[in-house]
Structure formats: structure tokens, C-alpha cells
């Protein structure tokens, strides 16, 4: 595996993967942007990106404005040597390791914003962050210049406004029918993965499962007709009782739209935010 820290050897180095397509002429690029403290949901993305493209790269880059004032930059888990070896260990062309003021020069001043679906959930929980996603994945976009790119289904909203904005920009490398969401990756106990789990105490680690067990039962009465405004607010006593301090948010919402709704439409995703020691932990499942 190579790896680029600068935009030269970036594109000096994509320059070669792309003539290394073998018989089919130019070769196929799928860019899997993360922000590194990589775990099996990572390496998930990283596998079904080699199903689909002949080149894999994948970015790591801890982006700062995603992050708000009160939120937890400093102590994001850099691990890049570790990152790196598992990159390279899953056969990984190319890793994109820009350090920020490669990314942010000095005077940069541009803003992505996409409304809409950034609107609600955790775009009212965390004012800019989706400003600062959609800003980071156009550049890695620019930068890069994929025939496709890979993110999880657990950062669902995240997923939803990065669509929106290759659609609304017509952005054809990769062009939204290219831009591939894979199923959430979970522990045996049913957490979804996430870099920030590591935050947790073994405690807090065995009561957090107890968010998607609540939430698959939720979804199943809501399925079956159920009150959906009486089972949301059981949803949240059950978390409560098994330790979370606080709930975001527990909502149902159109899977595409992200419109906000009271009731099944049949294409209906619940959304849940909630903190337990400290730790905000983000999932969502269709109903």
C-alpha cells in the first residue's frame, strides 16, 4: 500500500492507479473516506469496495469541522500506524493521510451546506457538523476523484446529505447513483460499531446494548401498528432505566427524505441518539 500526505503525490500516484486497469483499459476507483480508529465496520466498507472497483483507496483524515466547540477533537482516537497495517493487511491500493492544513490551507474560506436532510436529528444536536461533513467529502471527492465511494448505513443522515449534494452539485465521479451505503456492522450483543465505543466502561459498555434491543422492539410494534408516539416514549424509558443520562432524539422518519412522520408510511427508518457515560451513541434500523 502507498501512501500520499500531500496533493502532488495524491495525484501522482492516482495518475498510476488509473493506468493500471489491466484488460479493461483505465482502472476503476473506489474511495472509502474515514476518519481512521478503524474497527470491523471500517474494514466492511473496505472489502465491498474491492468487490466493486479494481482500486481501493481509503482517506483517514480526524476533520475539524465537523467537530462543534464542546465536542471531543482533542481525544478522537489517531492511531495510524495501526490504521495503516490493517489498510495494508486488506489489500488497500492507496491510504490518503493529508495532515489539516493540506486540507484547510491558510485563508481557506469555503462552506458546504446542505439543507434539508441535514435538518433534525443530529444536525440539531450538532449545529455545523453536516457543514463540515458535506465540505470535507466534496473536497475528498475533488481530491481523489472516485468512480464511486463507500459509507456505513449507521451515519444514515450523514449518508442521506452527501447524496443530496452530489445530486444538487452534479458530481459524476462519483455520481449519486455511485455513492454506495452498507448495512451497519454490529457486535454480537448487537451495538453498532463505532470508533467512539472505545469511550465506553466496561459498564456503560454492557448497558449500551440495551439501545438496540430497545430499539428492535420498538420497531417491530411500530411494524404492527402500534402506537408509535406511546412505544417511542417507552423506547426511552427503557434506556433510562438501563443508564443512558439522555436521549437525543427517538424518531421515525422517511428513509430518503428524512422527513419527520407519526406514523409507518412503509418506508419508515427509527433514528435514535442517546448518551451514557458520556458517550453519544448514534443508531437507526427500518421499521
Not at 42 to 63: C, G
Not at 112 to 117: D, I, L, T
Request: hydrophobic share 40%; charged share 25%.
Amino acid at each position: 500500500m502507498q501512501t500520499a500526505t500531500t496533493l502532488e503525490m495524491l495525484r501522482s500516484t492516482i495518475a498510476g492507479l488509473r493506468e493500471d486497469g489491466g484488460d479493461r483499459g483505465e482502472g476503476t476507483i473506489a474511495l472509502v473516506p474515514t476518519m481512521g480508529a478503524l474497527h470491523e465496520g471500517h474494514l466492511t466498507l473496505i472489502r465491498e469496495a474491492k468487490a466493486r472497483a479494481d482500486h481501493v483507496v481509503a482517506s483517514i483524515f480526524v476533520n475539524p469541522r465537523q467537530f462543534g466547540a464542546n465536542e471531543d477533537l482533542d481525544a478522537y482516537p489517531r492511531q495510524l500506524e495501526r490504521d495503516s497495517q490493517l489498510l495494508t493487511e486488506e489489500g488497500v491500493a492507496l491510504l490518503w493521510a493529508p495532515p489539516p492544513q493540506e486540507v484547510y490551507p491558510e485563508g481557506y474560506a469555503t462552506n458546504v451546506s446542505v439543507s434539508g436532510v441535514s435538518a433534525g436529528l443530529c444536525g440539531a444536536d450538532r449545529p455545523g457538523h453536516f457543514d463540515g461533513v458535506a465540505t470535507v467529502v466534496l473536497k475528498l471527492f475533488n481530491q481523489v476523484r472516485p468512480d464511486m465511494a463507500l459509507f456505513g448505513e449507521k451515519d444514515w443522515q450523514q449518508l442521506a446529505v452527501i447524496r443530496r449534494m452530489a445530486r444538487d452539485l452534479d458530481l459524476t465521479f462519483p455520481h449519486v447513483s455511485q455513492i454506495h451505503g452498507v448495512g451497519i456492522v454490529r457486535e454480537e450483543d448487537g451495538l453498532a460499531m463505532s470508533s467512539r465505543n472505545a469511550y465506553l466502561s466496561p459498564d456503560n459498555r454492557r448497558r449500551a446494548a440495551a439501545l438496540p434491543r430497545a430499539m428492535k422492539d420498538a420497531a417491530a410494534v411500530i411494524a404492527d401498528g402500534g402506537d408509535a408516539a406511546r412505544t417511542l416514549g417507552n423506547l426511552k424509558e427503557t434506556l433510562r432505566v438501563a443508564g443512558f443520562e439522555t436521549i437525543d432524539y427517538a424518531d421515525l422518519r422517511d428513509a430518503d427524505s428524512l422527513a419527520a412522520l407519526d406514523t409507518d408510511n412503509g418506508n419508515t427508518r427509527l433514528f435514535v441518539a442517546a448518551r451514557i457515560g458520556g458517550t453519544r451513541l448514534i443508531d437507526n434500523l427500518a421499521v
